[in-house]
């Protein structure tokens, strides 16, 4: 009997059993998918009933699930759309912020130096994944207000790869400017050089192998071809310090736009994969949380840190987009929309937890603020700030007009 548990097919079968669950308790507290395979995650997961673990193979799906995630959301976007001022300074006033708010919290609670510089490095992080799924399955991804949301969280990216290299050379005492210069500037060419490459190259020989005799004889060749593509954009983020996801963003918003005639849709392709591993990765960050280290201190630094990381990024990237003529809902929108921390700051406290800066506790109260962040986002946004404006995913694709939530 254990060696059926351990085989892959077994695992594979119930996190998808899972996230089916997940469906079903989504519509039955009518919420986002996403909040309902979270909370199953949480209920299957060491916090409760200790079915799956967050074991390598889970871990390994999850992420596939995320790149994949963003690779199909980035289908929807140009990349000259999403790099404009206003999308950079939202994300530095969403990184900026927090940090300050996230730093006081931690003196506060009176957290060690090192501690309270991880606590607040983790404040400044956005998740891009939780909050463009539930644009994307709001239908409400082309609008200008998801645009800001999206623009500044890519960036957000890179000025969160800066604030983590800053955090550890603080506390190391050994900070350098030209560090962090080369950090930021690796960054910014990937970008560059990774979206020259996507519009000028991969999109060109698309366009090229499309309808030639190989291709119609094997018609799946693009989309293939297309996935290899977002996968090697991932790789190459991870090993310039950036998250995979921004890599398989950069992918998709390359070849936003490319119609193919004679092969398969690697469109359709790529959402039908993003649903069976996005699940996975939802889910993923319920099984990742254990309820069972709580304690009375940890949950009082939980409340504050939650509450000050979501204010914190409603004033700073919220209060931008409003400068900018957002109206006041569209500015909580992008302020809400910025707000899950969710897998990347749970990275930040894993590198700090190794370095032995922070404790089990702290540890322990990032990473429920990563998951409580993760969950209030769609709950609000669907509830509230989009009520009365949901999409049926019957209704077709997106439409492209309007500029903004209205």
Not at 59 to 76: N, P, R, T
Not at 121 to 128: D, K, N, Y
Not at 243 to 248: A, E, K
Request: proline share 2%.
């Amino acid at each position: 009997m254990t060696d059926v548990l351990k085989l892959v097919e077994f695992q594979m079968s119930l996190l998808l059993f899972v996230a089916l669950a997940g469906y079903l308790l989504a519509s039955r507290i009518n919420q986002s998918t996403v909040v309902g395979e979270i909370l199953v995650g949480l209920l299957v997961g060491p916090s409760v009933l200790g079915l799956i673990t967050y074991t390598d193979f889970v871990s390994g799906l999850a992420h596939l699930g995320a790149v994949i995630l963003l690779f199909v959301v980035g289908f929807e976007f140009r990349i000259a759309h999403i790099m404009k001022l206003k999308y950079f300074l939202i994300a530095l006033s969403g990184v900026v912020i927090p940090w300050g708010v996230g730093y006081f919290i931690a003196q506060l609670f009176a957290l060690p130096f090192g501690a309270a510089v991880y606590t607040a490095t983790a404040l400044t992080a956005t998740s891009i994944a939780i909050t463009a799924n539930i644009l994307k399955e709001m239908g409400v991804l082309k609008t200008e207000t998801a645009r800001s949301i999206i623009g500044a969280a890519v960036i957000d990216d890179v000025l969160g790869l800066m604030a983590l290299a800053l955090a550890n050379g603080i506390v190391a005492g050994t900070v350098s400017p030209l560090a962090l210069g080369l950090t930021f500037g690796k960054a910014v060419l990937f970008i560059a050089v990774g979206g020259l490459l996507g519009h000028f190259v991969i999109r060109r020989l698309i366009f090229a192998i499309d309808c030639t005799p190989f291709v119609r004889r094997y018609p799946e060749f693009t989309f293939i071809f297309t996935l290899m593509f977002a996968f090697i954009y991932g790789m190459a983020a991870e090993a310039l310090g950036l998250s995979s996801i921004v890599g398989g963003f950069l992918a998709g918003a390359s070849l936003a736009g490319v119609r193919v005639d004679c092969s398969r849709d690697f469109k359709e392709g790529s959402e039908f994969l993003q649903i069976i591993f996005g699940s996975i990765f939802f889910v993923s960050l319920g099984i990742l949380a254990d309820l069972r280290s709580l304690n009375p201190e940890v949950l009082l630094l939980l409340g504050a840190l939650t509450a000050a990381a979501v204010v914190s990024k409603l004033i700073g990237s919220g209060g931008v987009a409003l400068a900018y003529g957002h109206s006041l809902r569209e500015a909580a929108v992008v302020g809400f929309g910025m707000a899950p921390r969710g897998e990347v700051a749970m990275v930040v406290a894993l590198i700090g937890l190794n370095r032995g800066v922070i404790e089990q506790d702290v540890y322990v109260t990032i990473i429920m603020m990563s998951l409580l962040t993760t969950l209030v986002t769609p709950i609000v946004l669907r509830n509230w700030l989009f009520r009365g404006r949901r999409k049926s995913r019957k209704a077709g694709p997106e439409s492209g007009g309007g500029t903004g939530t209205e």
